[in-house]
């Protein structure tokens, strides 16, 4: 009967023993998990207050225009929030617009410098005023396009006209040639035709003989030539 009882000491010593050790072990894991979770908490929110950071210094340097410095800003940011990928894509296009804008390309930097994506206001005021920029920029391209086409036009209607007179003075030299051979008045011996009127087909000249000192040129007379009938005609 006394070994019974102290059987039954044993056991409940025992079972206590075994409930403390488990509590404890509950106790350390509970721990464990609240530090993990506090631990995630403060990554969390260093990670956010990183980025906050650089989305205000990227603001303020952007204020400054320095946009490249913003832009590295930005990616210096593990995680990044949507504001930070919209900001940084908004720079992106930005830098490449203005450097198409510098090289004289307006085309390709109005078609770079895409709708922005940020709420940013110092990215609002650059995307802004590069716009301007940039349609005054093609407003003048195109009227300077405008006045060297014009003076294209001028010149070469000037040209043609020049050709044209060309044109007419190389055929009354012909046609006076022409007229010379027909009635054998040749300049080697002593003839000189000028023409004096000419209307259609129909040329006026005037013909002169030099005597044989050549002091004087008598008149020989006037004639009338029509280049299409090749008929001649003596008025005096």
Avoid: W
């Avoid at 296009?93 to 110092?122: F, I, V």
């Avoid at 209607?157 to 012909?174: G, I, L």
């Amino acid at each position: 009967m006394q070994n019974r009882h102290l059987f039954n000491k044993v056991i409940t010593g025992s079972t206590a023993v075994l409930l403390a050790l488990t509590l404890a072990a509950c106790g350390h894991h509970d721990a464990v998990t609240t530090s993990s979770s506090s631990s995630s908490v403060r990554s969390a929110k260093t990670t956010s207050n990183n980025g906050s950071k650089a989305y205000r210094s990227a603001n303020k340097l952007i204020r400054n225009n320095n946009y490249e410095a913003a832009y590295d800003r930005l990616n210096s940011v593990d995680n990044r929030s949507t504001q930070e990928n919209n900001l940084a894509t908004d720079l992106q296009n930005y830098m490449n617009a203005r450097t198409s804008y510098k090289s004289g390309d307006y085309a390709t930097a109005a078609a770079t410098l895409k709708e922005q994506k940020s709420t940013s206001p110092a990215m609002r005021d650059a995307y802004s005023d590069l716009q301007d920029k940039i349609s005054k920029a093609q407003s003048s391209s195109a009227s300077s396009s405008s006045s060297q086409a014009i003076s294209k036009s001028s010149s070469s209607k000037s040209n043609s006209n020049s050709s044209s007179q060309t044109t007419s003075d190389q055929t009354n030299d012909d046609v006076v040639v022409e007229f010379a051979n027909k009635m054998g008045f040749s300049g080697d011996k002593g003839y000189q035709i000028i023409q004096t009127d000419k209307s259609g087909n129909t040329y006026k000249f005037e013909v002169r003989r030099s005597n044989s000192d050549n002091t004087v040129a008598n008149l020989v007379g006037i004639y009338q030539y029509n280049t299409q009938s090749g008929a001649v005609t003596k008025l005096s």
